[in-house]
Antibody, heavy 122, light 110 residues
């Protein structure tokens, strides 16, 4: 069965960076896009970007360009999402979510990780 | 990219039907048949309920249906059940190859 297992909760100081991992299993890792979505406390969902695990190509939401980096390790079927220069507004639950087959427009998210809580506090 | 517009809350009694709207622009909802809907219970990850405007993934009850007209998409839940009480989010592909979510709608089953 398809599973996305994320790394554990993080507590970071303002200005620091955080790197969250998402390990995929139950399907061919390089065949499906992976997205990152975040949700601030009591707020809605916010799309951050997408990575093609096959070639490593990325597309970030304009809001996060320059501050977010998505990478992958095909040997461990893991994608990573790093946010730098953290500020209080970055405190949120970060989700990875599987997209469509690579080669098609990735237009929905069919499996989600359990979420990783990132706390930003001095 | 601005968020899609959803009502903050809707409510209905068990057995009734409700509809949640999702309004965008010609650059997202109106431009593509790539609208999806997600159900989120408190403390849980979202769950895909509808994709490509009106298709249900395997395992989603046929009480859930989706449609679109122009720049507005809709999710209809018929035969409301207590377990349908949750937050619902729409999402769309956009002309800039980004994805955008709606602000979310809290469904209360009375």
């Amino acid at each position: 069965q398809v599973q996305l297992v994320q790394s554990g909760a993080e507590v970071k100081k303002p200005g620091a960076s955080v790197k969250v991992s998402c390990k995929a299993s139950g399907y061919t890792f390089t065949s499906y896009y992976l997205h990152w979505v975040r949700q601030a406390p009591g707020q809605g969902l916010e799309w951050m970007g997408i990575i093609n695990p096959s070639g490593g190509n990325t597309n970030y939401a304009q809001k996060f360009q320059g501050r977010v980096t998505m990478t992958r390790d095909t040997s461990t079927s893991t994608v990573f999402m790093e946010v730098s220069s953290l500020r209080s507004e970055d405190a949120a639950v970060y989700y990875c979510a599987r997209g469509s087959l690579t080669g098609a427009t990735s237009r929905f998210f069919d499996y989600w990780g359990q979420g990783t809580l990132v706390t930003v506090s001095s | 990219q601005s968020a899609l517009t959803q009502p903050a809350s809707v409510s209905g009694s068990p057995g009734q039907s409700i509809t949640i709207s999702c309004t965008g622009t010609s650059s997202d909802v109106g431009g593509y048949n790539y609208v999806s809907w997600y159900q989120q219970h408190p403390g849980k990850a979202p769950k895909l309920m509808i994709f490509d405007v009106s298709y249900r993934p395997s395992g989603v009850p046929d009480r859930f249906s989706g449609s679109k007209s122009g720049n507005m998409a809709s999710l209809t839940i018929s035969g409301l059940q207590a377990e349908d009480e949750a937050d619902y989010y729409c999402s769309s592909y956009t002309t800039s190859s980004a994805r955008v979510f709606g602000g979310g709608t809290k469904l209360t089953v009375l």
